[in-house]
């Protein structure tokens, strides 16, 4: 299905609460100018190629290594789920590993999915199964159907919790919009609540303008 490679990113995350200690090191810093397939980075400021859309990268924040997450694609994802050959990877950056912000820009050609709606009860069902198959998970999931600048989108937040202590882990946030034919994914997951604030209106402001 279309939604493999934002829900990959989804699980990643996941991951990061429950290994030990990650190198905050291996990340890749801002050059003035960077360029991949899909867009380019230049003054601190992300321009896609796949649509019309530029956002800013915060101060301070670092680009995500995009090899790792090509890798992670590579492997596939539960249930024999393999990604493709073919990047649909935008652009990431991220303060440490638990305040992430990840786009995604992927083709929606031969999927059975023809509608936004049956695309958000998808990626529900898909994530409610996988996580209730956690065993060291406890987490909520919530939805909503919201429009940001000319384009529908639905926003579904995941809240992952200690199992044992109740304590809130990581919220997640996945933003989920189809743009000419393709799926337009934006996954913002922190555990601060101030910088996911600032990655929110950063993300929605880039839509706004």
């Not at 609460?17 to 960077?34: G, H, M, R």
């Not at 890798?71 to 990604?83: C, D, F, H, R, S």
């Not at 305040?99 to 409610?128: D, R, V, W």
Request: aromatic letters at 12%.
């Amino acid at each position: 299905m279309k939604a493999k490679f934002a829900f990959l990113i989804l699980l990643l995350s996941s991951n990061f609460i429950f290994s030990q200690e990650t190198n905050d090191k291996e990340v890749l810093t801002a050059t003035p100018t960077e360029e991949t397939e899909n867009g380019k980075i230049e003054n601190s400021v992300y321009t896609c190629y796949r649509f019309d859309w530029k956002i800013k990268i915060p101060m301070n924040y670092v680009i995500t290594d995009v090899k790792k997450v090509e890798e992670l694609q590579k492997k596939g994802l539960p249930g024999g789920i393999i990604a493709k050959p073919t990047s649909p990877h935008l652009i990431g950056f991220e303060v440490d590993k638990r305040n992430t912000f990840t786009a995604a820009f992927e083709s929606l050609a031969g999927s059975q999915i023809t509608s936004l709606e049956e695309h958000k009860n998808f990626i529900i069902k898909l994530m409610n199964d996988t996580y209730s198959n956690i065993e060291t998970l406890k987490f909520d999931l919530t939805s909503a159907d919201m429009k940001i600048g000319k384009y529908d989108f639905y926003k579904v937040q995941t809240r992952l919790y200690d199992p044992k202590t109740g304590e809130l882990l990581l919220t997640q946030d996945l933003y989920n919009s189809f743009i000419n034919n393709n799926l337009f994914s934006v996954n913002i997951n922190f555990n601060n609540p101030n910088i996911g604030r600032l990655l929110t209106d950063n993300f929605i402001s880039s839509l706004s303008n």
